[in-house]
């Protein structure tokens, strides 16, 4: 009798073992990264450069996860057969004698002599009994249990179950199992309309690839300063040249009749390598004039500024910033002047400002700009007015109008009506708009008190926060 449990006992667990290892191989291998694998199989992992060939071909990868499925339909049916032919039987007779003394209780309560009942419903109910048991033994131990362990660490049991899965994948091709199979099911798949692909692989959005890398860094796989980087690059395809572009208003400009002297100070008091020159007027931009080939004029007394009047590219501030970039590559320029729908000049635009936009403010001995963004000992926020609205939402996690204006300052000239001043407010919701400083007639500066939130998630990684006065 003990062998016979023994034995019994052997039978199920290795069935559920191996339903257990076809679970875990299956989800390990559609969860595993490919990359890390590929990583793997780079350093020389020899389970690594097995797995990886599977993972890079669809066809190759279905017979994979196909021969998965048709281990684990084989180990639960032979469980299952198992336990009704074996051990059901098993427990027939020792069901029908317990019903068999039972009998005086059960004339007791009106119920006939067991003689002619007791067998069938012994069999009835072993074979309930071992249906039950063997169903959650299988799904706890045969599927919760090794899921829950591949999908927690999908890479290392996709490379251990390598190997058996190699093993049971050549026996199931061998008897023709998988070509029966899933030639049928890539024939309804054809009928359908959507044939096999070659390649297989986790492609994803660019908004995936933000939400990858958000996870990333809640993770603490990448650090603030890499998930500003990475997140700030993506943004580069939603902008526009007049979103990044020095405004007019800004821009230092000469006539094209100044003379090498009078360009010479400008370049040196505006702190600017490279002068836009203009012929009428500042919509009659013309070239500029780089301060190196200026001193080399003035070392050889010439004032001819035709001979180094270099030519700007013309590019309409609806340009997407990827694309401009790819015309200042392309024509190995530095510069960009920007024009509105009449023709008019309305910025400019420099390589600098481009790259800024990714790596943030470029500082150099020659700059004086005031911090993006500063907090004061009362929590309240104060931010240059010429930063974008779009950039404040998603940095801030605030909802402001993105509509009517590019920048802060601008968007509370809007809703102003009129020219702002200082102590000026507007209140957007629970967001009130403070002017701070004014840098005639534009804002400069304006500060907002932030909501008070209940998360705990600490703001401002995305910019540096300097302390203001």
């Known amino acids: 009798m003990f062998l016979t449990i023994l034995s019994i006992t052997a039978v199920v667990a290795i069935m559920i073992l191996f339903n257990a290892l076809y679970?875990?191989?299956?989800?390990?291998?559609?969860?595993?990264?490919?990359?890390?694998?590929?990583?793997?199989?780079?350093?020389?992992?020899?389970?690594?450069q097995l797995l990886l060939p599977i993972m890079q071909d669809s066809k190759k990868l279905d017979r994979y996860v196909a021969t998965c499925q048709?281990?684990?339909?084989?180990?639960?049916?032979?469980?299952?057969?198992?336990?009704?032919?074996?051990i059901a039987q098993l427990?027939?007779?020792?069901?029908?004698?317990?019903?068999?003394?039972?009998?005086?209780?059960l004339a007791s309560i009106g119920i006939e002599s067991t003689a002619g009942w007791a067998e069938p419903a012994a069999t009835s109910i072993a074979v309930t009994l071992v249906l039950v048991f063997i169903t959650i033994l299988q799904v706890i131990m045969g599927e919760l249990f090794p899921k829950s362990v591949a999908i927690q660490y999908p890479e290392t049991v996709a490379l251990a179950v390598t190997i058996p899965m190699r093993?049971?994948?050549?026996?199931?091709?061998?008897?023709?199992?998988?070509?029966?199979?899933?030639?049928?099911?890539n024939l309804i798949l054809r009928l359908l309309g959507r044939p096999m692909k070659e390649k297989s692989g986790h492609?994803?959005?660019?908004?995936?690839?933000?939400?990858?890398?958000?996870?990333?860094?809640?993770?603490?796989?990448?650090?603030?300063?890499?998930?500003?980087?990475?997140?700030?690059?993506?943004?580069?395809?939603?902008?526009?040249?007049?979103?990044?572009?020095?405004?007019?208003?800004?821009?230092?400009?000469?006539?094209?009749?100044?003379s090498v002297t009078e360009l010479m100070q400008i370049a040196l008091e505006a702190g600017f390598s490279r002068i836009p020159l203009y012929k009428e007027s500042v919509d009659d931009i013309c070239g500029f004039v780089h301060v190196k080939d200026l001193f080399r004029l003035h070392?050889?007394?010439?004032?001819?500024?035709?001979?180094?009047?270099?030519?700007v590219v013309f590019v309409p501030e609806t340009m997407p910033v990827t694309d401009l970039w790819k015309r200042l590559n392309s024509r190995r320029k530095y510069l960009a002047i920007v024009f509105d729908e009449y023709g008019g000049t309305v910025g400019l635009i420099t390589f600098e400002d481009i790259i800024e936009e990714i790596f943030g403010e470029l500082q150099d001995e020659f700059d004086n700009e005031t911090a993006l963004i500063a907090k004061d000992k009362d929590g309240r926020i104060y931010l240059r007015?010429?930063?974008?609205?779009?950039?404040?939402?998603?940095?801030?996690?605030?909802?402001?109008?993105?509509?009517n204006a590019d920048t802060l300052g601008g968007l509370v000239f809007s809703e102003l009506g009129r020219p702002p001043e200082v102590g000026d407010t507007v209140a957007f919701g629970n967001i009130t708009i403070r002017v701070e400083a004014m840098a005639d007639p534009s804002v400069s500066e304006v500060s907002l008190q932030l909501p008070v939130t209940e998360s705990a998630e600490e703001p401002f990684i995305e910019w540096e926060v300097a302390d203001h006065d």
């Open 299 to 311: 070392h050889q007394q010439s004032e001819d500024i035709s001979s180094i009047l270099r030519e």
């Open 70 to 86: 048709i281990g684990i339909t084989i180990s639960s049916l032979v469980v299952g057969a198992y336990g009704q032919s074996v």
């Open 385 to 403: 007015a010429d930063l974008l609205v779009t950039d404040v939402n998603e940095y801030l996690e605030l909802n402001l109008p993105e509509e």
């Open 23 to 48: 679970v875990a191989a299956e989800f390990a291998t559609v969860s595993s990264r490919r990359t890390r694998v590929s990583q793997m199989a780079g350093q020389g992992n020899r389970m690594a």
């Open 167 to 185: 093993i049971t994948q050549f026996f199931i091709t061998y008897t023709g199992l998988i070509a029966l199979f899933n030639g049928s099911g």
């Open 203 to 258: 492609a994803h959005s660019p908004e995936e690839i933000e939400l990858l890398v958000t996870e990333s860094h809640e993770q603490d796989l990448l650090s603030d300063e890499e998930r500003r980087l990475l997140r700030n690059t993506f943004r580069l395809r939603d902008l526009t040249a007049r979103q990044v572009m020095l405004h007019r208003t800004k821009l230092i400009t000469a006539p094209s009749s100044s």
């Open 91 to 105: 427990l027939v007779q020792p069901f029908a004698n317990l019903l068999t003394a039972l009998e005086p209780f």
